[in-house]
């Protein structure tokens, strides 16, 4: 049985990964002309993708890769002197396994355990989709396949293709963000730096073991269609209006805009579908239930709906009109949580008065300062997200579907 993936990011390989652990053939076609690797940004996994991510046999590799931050020096704008807060309490108030990495080094390891077993091809992307399985493609010739996944982000070609405007709704959550390859900064070694001010938030990052660092910028104040997506010029103009007169640190780091090897910009939107699937296709990650990038453990979510995905699959034995279902009502509840999740971790994370930034840094402090479960009760009673992702049971992985491969 041969199934279609669109998308070599993180969802694409992990179910590339379960599929042919399964028994099926896979194809992942990626529109990026090569794997990327200029370190992308920091992603989470939190306790799903780590178990998931252990019974994949990389963990090891992961944890190896993790980007070491371990501190964070929050400063308020207006105040006398910085809040310190210990990252490891603060993520062990959300979930009790968890790893920092960026997001490059775990498309890579991801993808290295399908190496051998999956066709993948780059440069290339679907551009029509037919009832009967045969998909046209920008550059290849026509295929023909069973099944085909859209793993490809937040604004998915296969969800463009497969679903009418009607059913692919998106929400703004009031905010943008952008990230930025800066010059390493010698104060960020094992540190996240940050400054906050109303209605905006900057931290700079690097992972122990790349040359650069990381810029992350979250905003609000910013109309969804201020600018087109690939308008980069007016993009970090906007970011530089948006942060003027923070910190004058801050002041330098959009000054290095002009010259970042690496630069995304996006707003944060959230995907409301009541349905995944259609047909013979299907959406996992943020092609079809993003939470909102930056803010909602978008990559957890990935790494699960794409175990659940495969695991479906396997159980139906490839029957689609029953796997698709059940994959949907699995994913459901995580779902719902991690869009709750992020519109609360948006409105700290950005705060919209002095009062919240002067919050966010005291509340940062007093819950890396407490016992975990003490941190966890009152992350849940700030913030209505303490211990999403522990309440979320990763089943044990499906046997092989009873078909042979090919």
């Known amino acids: 049985m041969r199934i279609l993936v669109s998308g070599a990011g993180v969802a694409g390989p992990v179910l590339a990964h379960w599929l042919i652990r399964y028994g099926f053939e896979v194809t992942v076609v990626e529109r990026a002309p090569a794997p990327r690797r200029t370190g992308g940004h920091a992603v989470d996994l939190f306790r799903p993708a780590v178990d998931i991510s252990e019974h994949m046999g990389v963990l090891d590799l992961i944890e190896e890769r993790a980007t070491g931050t371990t501190r964070m020096t929050v400063h308020p704008e207006g105040a006398r002197g910085p809040v310190r807060a210990d990252l490891s309490h603060l993520f062990g108030a959300v979930s009790r396994r968890h790893v920092e990495i960026m997001r490059d080094d775990l498309t890579e390891i991801y993808r290295a355990t399908t190496r051998d077993d999956v066709e993948y091809v780059f440069d290339d992307s679907v551009t029509a989709l037919s009832p009967d399985g045969e998909v046209r493609f920008e550059k290849g010739a026509p295929r023909r396949f069973d099944l085909v ?43 996240l730096l940050m400054h906050v001010g109303v209605g905006r938030t900057v931290g700079m990052y690097r992972a122990r073991h790349l040359p650069d660092a990381r810029a992350l910028f979250l905003f609000r104040g910013l109309d969804p269609d201020a600018c087109g997506p690939h308008d980069v010029p007016r993009q970090k103009e906007l970011l530089r209006e948006a942060f003027a007169g923070l910190h004058p640190r801050v002041d330098g780091w959009l000054d290095a805009l002009d010259s ?53 699959l396997a159980r139906a034995d490839g029957d689609h009109e029953r796997a698709f279902p059940a994959y949907e009502r699995i994913m459901a509840e995580p779902v719902r949580g991690s869009r709750a999740s992020a519109l609360s971790a948006a409105k700290t994370l950005v705060p919209a008065s002095r009062a919240g930034v002067r919050g966010l840094a005291r509340g940062a402090r007093l819950i890396s300062s407490l016992p975990p479960r003490p941190a966890r009760a009152l992350l849940r009673l700030t913030t209505g997200s303490g211990r999403l992702w522990d309440r979320v049971a990763v089943a044990a992985p499906a046997a092989p579907a009873r078909f042979a491969r090919g």
């Open 260 to 312: 970042t090897p690496a630069f995304y910009f996006d707003a944060i939107s959230q995907l409301r579908m009541d349905t995944w699937s259609r047909g013979r296709v299907t959406l996992v990650g943020d092609a079809g239930y993003s939470p909102g990038p930056a803010v909602g453990g978008s990559t957890t979510l990935a790494v699960l709906g794409a175990y659940v995905l495969a695991g479906e």
């Open 149 to 191: 996944v859209g793993a490809d982000g937040l604004h998915s070609v296969v969800r463009r293709l497969a679903f009418d405007a009607s059913a692919r709704r998106t929400e703004f959550i009031g905010a943008h963000f952008a990230v930025a390859s800066l010059p390493d900064d010698p104060g960020v070694d094992g540190e």
